[in-house]
């Protein structure tokens, strides 16, 4: 679950006066965020500062854990906690959190209240004047270790003036309707509202149903917001996650502890600190101490360096690079990376020149997909010295002068330990001498002719391999990749769902051996290699810090807190897109491999096996087109209007189907004319700017819509059957799918081919 992550209902605000408007208008969101929690971080601690003191004062002492102090708020109609933070924006600048000459609260809870404060403002609740209302159904989801405290923070602060907040379970045996509260749903006993509970008292729904009717509004403290029922998690209006601690609920408890900065924002490394429990953190913040030496204790505990290996340890070593015949997902780059180094060897041996040797390569690829890893792989593999560094490092070096003797330095080093490998990172920041700008063109042209120089100058490099490396090789100057140069530009694709499985177990070594990666691999489809090693170390450092052997539930707990959670609302808008791709892929005999909600990294999609043949026919363009169409076609035939679903990015359905209806008419002779106008890659600018190629493309489309609605309309059927599966189960794989259309009348795919004709 990952920190203060919120679904809220819209939210009016309060008027504003011109004053204030004026004065929020001058800060810069993040700063008017910080502000705002700030402001309802002080009001909470100075509420529950006031509660603790009365219980103190009560019971004669008081405890430093947070299931042992009870706020409850049923003794009276006190002031609660005001969260419209509108109308007095600079009213309490620079006001302590705490009266300091008060008795302090607990670290343990401050924390908490800190997570909540953020949670609060982060999901808009601060805009107001009451987070609990008639009607209202509120969700924090927290661990268990932190529900005692939230359960506190709402009853001391966050129910109005004259309400009583009383749990499901007392208010079932005692329940008359006395005006106004809040009801209180918790993971235990009759009140608990999740999904594999739900059969065994499912009075809990009729119940919540009740109060809702009443006009109670309803609390509801869980675990796994996802566990809910279906119901359950539909009613709610406002979802705050408070998972993990973050920098800024540290700052805020140290502040409010000692009236002064942290300081360690710098040192604190977030990862290890959401990997630690709150418990965990309030053992290094005592009440009553020195500032310096809780300062000191935080960053032994939190810093980068408290979690790396001691020296002499038996994991203190550093783990060389894989080997190239190792290295998964890197397809064409890693026959290349084969290749060279048998050809070094024969080169080693006398028995080729360096001619006839591939001297000079570019990769290219979206960040993550492990172009530095190769380049390791590949010299460590190749018994090349690595000389590594980076267009930007040489930038940083000052002028041009100090630029080029940058530049003749690292290739210096090359030479003089040949054999080696020279990888230059972020090669396009070099720059292109085909769109130079006016005020920098003398220093791009310089900056790339001492690259070519060093390349293929008058000084030899021979034994010197040199690899670049970009996210975007269309920027390259045309003469880097000439012969003897960087002759070689090769893509490293984002690793399919095969090669993530394989990466996943390169990472999990010996770990996890007896489970099938194979789902998991299907939840990361769309990630990088990169993404999966931040994956596993995440997962190994949360069972450390628990004390654990990793286990395949750490796995999937990790797994889930990255999945998009969706309202019921927007899982079925996007389960009946999704349908409609697949059952029109379908109708054309093509397959559907999976279909997915739940994707932490392509969000929702439909992976159907759509590629083209080698010599495509008009039938073929248009079968893509349609399936391309489908989903938003499906919207309006099951839902009656469509979504943003299919338009946005270039990515997506609109954009794709309108290139390649623009292909089809200019570069390919499968529109309405003959005529070749321009080559397929300059389909999509020639799009933007012809208002009659805009026409011709708009009609295509409305046509193919036109047929695939007819498609759609006589199959209400298994579309909506399809469309149900997935919003309820959020995946379905290849078997699933073909058992839900089984019954589907296809006809002959061929004749639905010949019928997109006529």
């Known amino acids: 679950m990952t920190s203060a992550s919120v679904t809220v209902e819209p939210v009016v ?27 309802v971080f002080g009001r909470l601690a100075r509420r529950l500062q006031r509660r603790v003191n009365a219980e103190a004062d009560l019971a004669g002492h008081y405890s430093n854990r947070i299931n042992r102090v009870d706020l409850s708020s049923e003794d009276g109609p006190e002031d609660q906690v005001d969260l419209d933070l ?51 159904v509120v969700a924090f989801e927290a661990p268990e270790s932190w529900q005692e405290g939230v359960e506190s923070i709402i009853k001391a602060c966050l129910v109005p003036q004259g309400w009583k907040a009383r749990e499901h379970a007392y208010l079932r045996s005692h329940y008359r309707h006395s005006g106004p509260g809040v009801a209180l749903f918790k993971d235990s006993g009759p009140g608990d509202l999740r999904s594999k509970d739900i059969d065994e008292d499912g009075s809990a729904l009729s119940w919540l149903a009740l109060y809702l009717h009443e006009r109670y509004a309803i609390c509801i403290i869980t675990e796994d917001f996802d566990a809910l029922a279906e119901e359950a998690g539909a009613a709610c209006d406002v979802v705050m996650s408070l998972g993990t601690l973050e920098v ?45 030496r809780t300062r000191a204790r935080l960053r032994r505990m939190l810093s980068a360096s408290a979690s790396a290996p001691k020296t002499g340890s038996k994991s203190g070593g550093k783990t060389g690079p894989i080997p190239l015949e190792e290295l998964i997902g890197y397809g064409e780059a890693r026959t290349w990376g084969l290749d060279l180094a048998l050809d070094l060897a024969a080169y080693r041996k006398g028995e080729v020149s360096w001619e006839d040797l591939d001297r000079g390569l570019v990769l290219a690829g979206p960040p993550g ?67 130079l700008q006016t005020h920098n063109s003398d220093y791009v042209r310089m900056a790339i002719n001492g690259l070519l120089e060093q390349l293929d100058g008058f000084e030899a490099r ?6 670049g490396a970009t996210n975007n090789p269309g920027v390259l100057d045309p003469a880097l990749l000439r012969p003897g140069r960087l002759e070689k530009v090769i893509e490293i694709p984002l690793p399919d769902e095969e090669d993530l499985a394989g990466i996943l177990r390169q990472y999990l ?149 309108s290139i390649l209806a623009a292909m089809q008419e200019i570069s390919c002779g499968l529109g309405t004319s003959l005529l070749w106008r321009e080559p397929p890659e300059k389909a999509e600018a020639r799009l933007a700017t012809d208002p009659l190629l805009q026409n011709k493309v708009r009609f295509r489309l409305e046509e193919i819509a036109h047929l695939v609605r007819g498609m759609l309309s006589t199959r209400m059927q298994p579309l909506y059957r399809l469309a149900a599966f997935l919003a309820h189960r959020g995946e379905l794989g290849e078997e699933q799918i073909a058992k839900l259309l089984s019954d589907v009348d296809c006809g002959s795919s061929d004749a639905l081919r010949r019928s997109l004709l006529h």
């Not at 008795?103 to 601060?126: H, N």
């Not at 021979?462 to 690899?467: D, K, L, P, S, T």
Request: proline fraction near 4%; hydrophobic fraction near 45%.
């Open 509 to 657: 070594k010996e770990d996890l051996l007896d489970i099938d990666l194979d789902r998991t691999a299907r939840f990361l489809s769309g990630a990088s290699g990169a993404d999966v090693e931040a994956l596993v170390r995440t997962v190994r450092a949360r069972a450390r810090r628990a004390g654990e052997r990793l286990s395949e539930r750490h796995l999937q707990d990790e797994l889930l807190k990255r999945t998009p959670r969706y309202t019921a609302e927007e899982k079925w808008q996007m389960a009946v897109h999704e349908a409609g791709h697949a059952l029109v892929a379908n109708l054309f005999g093509l397959k559907v491999y999976r279909m997915s909600l739940v994707s932490p990294e392509t969000g929702p999609h439909a992976f159907v096996g759509m590629g083209f043949s080698a010599v495509p026919t008009v039938a073929d363009v248009d079968m893509h087109l349609a399936v391309l169409l489908a989903g938003r076609v499906a919207e309006e035939v099951l839902n009656g209007m469509a979504s943003t679903a299919a338009g946005g990015p270039r990515e997506s359905d609109l954009a794709r189907a």
């Open 369 to 435: 997909v492990g172009k530095t890893r190769f380049a390791a792989s590949l010299a460590a593999s190749c018994g090349l010295h690595l000389v590594a560094t980076s267009a930007a490092a040489w930038q940083a070096c000052g002028h041009l002068g100090d630029y080029l003797r940058a530049m003749r330095r690292d290739f210096d080093e090359a030479r003089r330990k040949a054999p080696s490998l020279l990888f230059i990172d972020e090669i396009d920041a070099v720059g292109s001498r085909t769109n």
């Open 462 to 467: 021979e034994g010197v391999i040199v690899v």
């Open 248 to 292: 800024e609920d540290l700052e805020r408890t140290f502040r409010a502890l000692h009236d002064r900065e942290l300081g360690l924002a710098e040192a604190v490394d977030p990862e290890i600190l959401r990997s630690k429990s709150v418990f965990e953190i309030g053992t290094a913040m005592r009440e009553r101490e020195a500032p310096a």
């Open 86 to 136: 509108q109308d007095d924006e600079d009213a309490s600048a620079g006001e302590p959190f705490l009266d300091r000459d008060a008795l302090l609260l607990p670290p343990v809870l401050t924390m908490v209240t800190a997570a909540v404060a953020r949670a609060i403002v982060d999901a808009d609740a601060g805009k107001a004047t009451r987070l609990f209302r008639p009607a209202r």
């Open 13 to 39: 605000d309060a008027p504003e006066s011109d004053a204030v408007q004026a004065r929020l208008a001058r800060k810069a969101p993040e700063a008017r965020r910080k502000a705002r929690i700030d402001k």
